[in-house]
T-cell receptor, first 110, second 114 residues
Framework: DAKTTQPNSMESNEEEPVHLPCNHS???????IHWYRQLPSQGPEYVIH???SNVNNRMASLAIAEDRKSSTLILHRATLRDAAVYYC???????????FGQGTTLQVKP | AAGVIQSPRHLIKEKRETATLKCYPI?????VYWYQQGPGQDPQFLIS???????DKGSIPDRFSAQQFSDYHSELNMSSLELGDSALYFC?????????????FGPGTRLTVL
């Protein structure tokens, strides 16, 4: 499974945008880029995913580099409830398993 | 909307005992995944099922077994429990396996082995 690299932690101020980076230089052409987050004491939660084009949904935006070797999760206005561990995951194969690496712990300051 | 249901939510067992964790996927979801999250660790994939057949296997100990039943619920059976099995066990479900499908996670079962 291709690996991802994320910063251990990031801080943001409430109501400001947050850009969470992810490097995946060994990504293959069929790997999807997924983002999940895990709030304290909860199960992981799907955020967004994409293959080649940038994606937007009600939670966030995903910006994918043209060479697909990196991506950025964008939270447009961080709230205190967005404080969580954010995982960037490459999904390959047909079984759909998620391989969680070290994610980014996001702290949101009021 | 219905979510993934896991039972029990908390379980305390002694070493060498057995435990059974249950997972009820979202209605019409045919794929179930099991993950283990040790204290301070990231979730680790254990095993998955699609249409009642094992579809993938991760770092699941031989002491553990699992199956998916005709109503699509799944059970994780753990025998000869060890202290290191203490963890949060998450079940997730999706409609079809695959690279692009969203997985919905349950609240987890916290297993404590004494």
């Amino acid at each position: 499974d291709a690996k991802t690299t994320q910063p251990n932690s990031m801080e943001s101020n409430e109501e400001e945008p947050v850009h969470l980076p992810c490097n995946h230089s060994t990504i293959s052409g069929t790997d999807y880029i997924h983002w999940y987050r895990q709030l304290p004491s909860q199960g992981p939660e799907y955020v967004i995913h994409g293959l080649t084009s940038n994606v937007n949904n009600r939670m966030a935006s995903l910006a994918i580099a043209e060479d697909r070797k990196s991506s950025t999760l964008i939270l447009h206005r961080a709230t205190l409830r967005d404080a969580a561990v954010y995982y960037c995951i490459l999904r390959s194969g047909n079984t759909g398993k998620l391989i969680f690496g070290q994610g980014t712990t996001l702290q949101v300051k009021p | 909307a219905a979510g993934v249901i896991q039972s029990p939510r908390h379980l305390i067992k002694e070493k060498r005992e057995t435990a059974t964790l249950k997972c009820y996927p979202i209605p019409r979801h045919d794929t179930v995944y099991w993950y283990q999250q040790g204290p301070g660790q990231d979730p680790q994939f254990l095993i998955s099922f699609y249409e009642k057949m094992q579809s993938d296997k991760g770092s699941i100990p031989d002491r553990f077994s699992a199956q998916q039943f005709s109503d699509y619920h799944s059970e994780l059976n753990m025998s000869s429990l060890e202290l290191g099995d203490s963890a949060l066990y998450f079940c997730a479900s999706s409609f079809l396996p695959g690279r692009s499908n969203e997985q919905f996670f349950g609240p987890g079962t916290r297993l404590t082995v004494l």
